[in-house]
């Protein structure tokens, strides 16, 4: 059976230079193996499968699978998700705003006049963490003592590790066994680093989201729930100023991420371009 299939680049208005989606735009009547199958086959960080909501407020459901598991949020197929419904001519229940369903409840994702999209950032816990490894898993010392690195969940959980400067983080070359080990230690998906751009940059943060996938280390080109989580992170610090991070920038990407503080939400948001659109046989 062939189902109509989309893959979409996040957070770049330039095609290869973001982060790459599956998206099933529908995914009745297959089973959890089936759409585990598929997501190991695509071999992309996630992939995301269509299905009617079962929560009368929402627009549509989504399940994101990683090849290695389902998760209950994730904010690169959130936004990627969007867009490929909002080309397809997917109707909406309240125009210039979708509200997605997903394993954490329900996600807003508003519409901006030039066709960028951003999620709310979901709520989140912050528990401050410390531990030995971080110097080896990041072959690195420049950390900014300033502030205390923390675990951040919000369903998917980070750890956020606070660098000196933007080049500190370019700097960082991880060590693939400690990092797994930290990461077991914290028991997170993975660890994102940050460190503030110099002034006059049109951005204000670089960052870079780390992970070990089957043993291997594994960089996320650009990581929504990652730039949530720090946003969550320096809120919880009373810095609420807008402000643009970029990511990628270590593996020849160009990530760009808009945060915007408003109405006592966070807003991750970004463009998004389609790089495939046809079907794909199921």
């Known amino acids: 059976m062939k189902v109509a299939f989309k893959q979409v680049d996040v957070f770049t208005s330039i095609p290869f230079k973001g982060n790459p989606l599956a998206v099933i ?6 089973d959890d193996a089936q759409l585990a199958a598929i997501a190991r086959w695509t071999n992309l960080s996630e992939t995301t499968f269509v299905l009617p909501p079962q929560d009368a407020a929402a627009d549509y459901r989504v399940r994101i699978f990683t090849v290695e598991g389902e998760l209950p949020f994730a904010g690169h197929p959130t936004l990627g998700t969007a867009h490929a419904l909002l080309e397809a001519g997917w109707p909406l229940k309240t125009p210039g705003k979708i ?5 954490i409840g329900l996600v807003e994702v508003s519409i901006s006049d030039d066709g960028a999209l951003a999620f709310a950032a979901p709520a989140a816990t912050l528990t401050p963490f410390s531990d030995a490894l971080m110097s080896s898993a990041f072959n690195s010392e420049a950390f900014d003592l300033s502030q205390t690195p923390a675990i951040v969940d919000m369903g998917i959980r980070w750890l956020m590790i606070p660098m000196r400067s933007a080049q500190a983080v370019l700097d960082v070359a991880a060590s693939a ?62 810095q609420t100023r807008d402000y643009r991070a970029r990511q990628g920038s270590a593996i020849q990407r160009a990530g760009r991420i808009e945060v915007t503080f ?9 463009q998004t371009v389609t790089v495939i659109d046809g079907t794909i046989a199921i």
């Open 25 to 30: 735009m529908d995914a009745r009547g297959y």
């Open 99 to 103: 509200v997605q369903e997903c394993g």
């Open 177 to 238: 066994a400690d990092l797994q080990r930290l990461l077991q230690h914290a028991d997170v998906n993975g660890a994102a680093l940050f460190g503030a751009l110099p002034q006059g940059e049109s951005e204000q943060y670089e960052v870079r989201a780390l992970l070990v996938e089957g043993g291997s280390l594994t960089e996320d080109p650009v990581t929504g729930s990652a730039n949530a989580c720090l946003a969550r992170y320096l809120a919880a610090q009373g």
């Open 262 to 270: 408003a109405d006592e939400a966070i807003w991750i948001g970004g």
